[in-house]
């Protein structure tokens, strides 16, 4: 069957695990012995209440009031304040060649946009360091929306926010269960593997740098 190509298409990146870098293990065990508490029951209890206050339904103390409860102590002020900032700085780290991919495409012209499930300390970190989110038309930090992936809200929200229709974008993720959510309603999807496979996505796509904005369709 011949394909043609659709109108000019939007990339809605993910943050962590293709644009930014999942937590250095260096930093898991500066959080773990700030903490006090075993490991084991440290991570359980900070990925169970994560969710909350990814959403921005909790500020970063009342997530790690939350977490000391759960660890069985009372996290005090200045102990939550250093897990506050430990925690940003965990999260905290690029990669260079995402970053050069997404002003590439800018400097294309490619529409881009971001959804990432991200808490309130962390996005202002972001928006405070790191200039190129200037490129991403659209920032849906779900503490801002509050929608966490994969959640079919948040990827609503992105589309609307953009102006288009699901069809329209291209979501990239690193995991599965988020880009299987995104085409549940409507978009495209890509599970990010590397930068030199998602170069090949863009490609086939036609949403690189080096041609019209387009994305692959049948008739």
């Known amino acids: 069957m011949r394909q043609t190509m659709a109108p000019q298409g939007t990339v809605l990146f993910d943050l962590f695990g293709v644009i930014a870098q999942h937590q250095s293990s260096e930093m898991r065990t500066v959080l773990v012995s700030i903490s006090g508490a075993p490991a084991p029951a440290f991570w359980d209890a ?43 700085s965990s999260w905290s780290g690029v990669e260079g060649e995402m970053v050069a991919l997404v002003e590439e495409l800018a400097a294309a012209g490619r529409r881009l946009g971001l959804l990432s499930n991200i808490p309130p300390e962390l996005a202002t970190h972001y928006e405070a360091h790191h200039s190129w989110l200037r490129h991403f038309e659209v920032c849906g930090f779900s503490c801002r929306i509050g929608h966490a992936k994969p959640d079919p809200e948040a990827y609503v ?16 993720d690193d995991r599965e269960e988020n880009v299987d959510a995104a085409r549940a309603v409507g978009l495209r999807g890509a599970l ?9 996505t863009l490609r086939e796509h036609r949403l690189d740098a080096g041609g019209p904005g387009t994305g692959p369709t049948e008739d």
């Open 192 to 200: 990010f593997t590397g930068v030199a496979d998602l170069r090949a």
């Open 157 to 172: 929200w992105c589309v609307r926010m953009l102006g288009g229709q699901p069809p329209d974008v291209l979501f990239v």
């Open 46 to 88: 900070y990925w169970r209440l994560r969710p909350p206050y990814d959403r921005g339904e909790l500020t970063g103390p009342g997530y790690w009031r939350e977490v000391g409860a759960a660890l069985g102590t009372r996290f005090g002020a200045a102990r939550i304040g250093a897990l506050i900032d430990a925690d940003v």
